[in-house]
């Protein structure tokens, strides 16, 4: 299951967003809302979400600048916002998708497929690490079986 967090200061824009998530529910799990950067940096730390939908323009604080607390976030960012002037920074900060406001259902169904492909290659990538891992300590010690019988 993907965890999400929403961070968002608009009741309406986080009520819609958690509407149209809710045709992914099999596999897309809101897990939290906050409405400022604060509670939002809060809720990562403790939740640690595959992915954020993230409000810029919010009281105490951007979006961008929840980010400056995760200088190399494990969570994906998804932008929401109704500023279309901010979508090169956020891009730069190597946002997965970047929605403006009023949402487009179909680009959110865009934008929640890039989650999916990338969370899953993330997955698979930890699962040959990990096998990996598993492959190299059976040949230590089976080399070390080796050399003991030679």
Do not use: C, W
């Not at 961008?64 to 090169?88: G, R, S």
């Not at 598993?134 to 019988?149: D, S």
Request: proline fraction near 4%; aromatic fraction near 6%; charged fraction near 30%.
């Amino acid at each position: 299951m993907i965890k999400a967090i929403l961070i968002d200061d608009e009741s309406q824009s986080i009520d819609i967003l958690q509407l149209r998530l809710k045709k992914y529910q099999d596999i897309l799990s809101v897990e939290a809302v906050a409405r400022n950067i604060s509670d939002g940096s809060r809720l990562i730390r403790e939740i640690e979400p595959d992915v954020v939908f993230l409000d810029i323009q919010m009281p105490g604080g951007s979006g961008f600048d929840l980010l400056k607390n995760f200088p190399d976030p494990v969570f994906l960012v998804v932008f929401v916002t109704a500023y279309d002037e901010f979508a090169l920074k956020a891009l730069k900060l190597n946002a997965l998708d970047y929605l403006l406001k009023p949402i487009d259902p179909v680009e959110l169904d865009k934008a929640v497929e890039k989650i999916i492909q990338t969370t899953e290659s993330k997955q698979s990538k930890e699962q040959s690490l990990s096998l990996l891992k598993v492959v190299k300590t059976n040949f230590e010690i089976t080399e070390g079986k080796i050399h003991k019988m030679v």
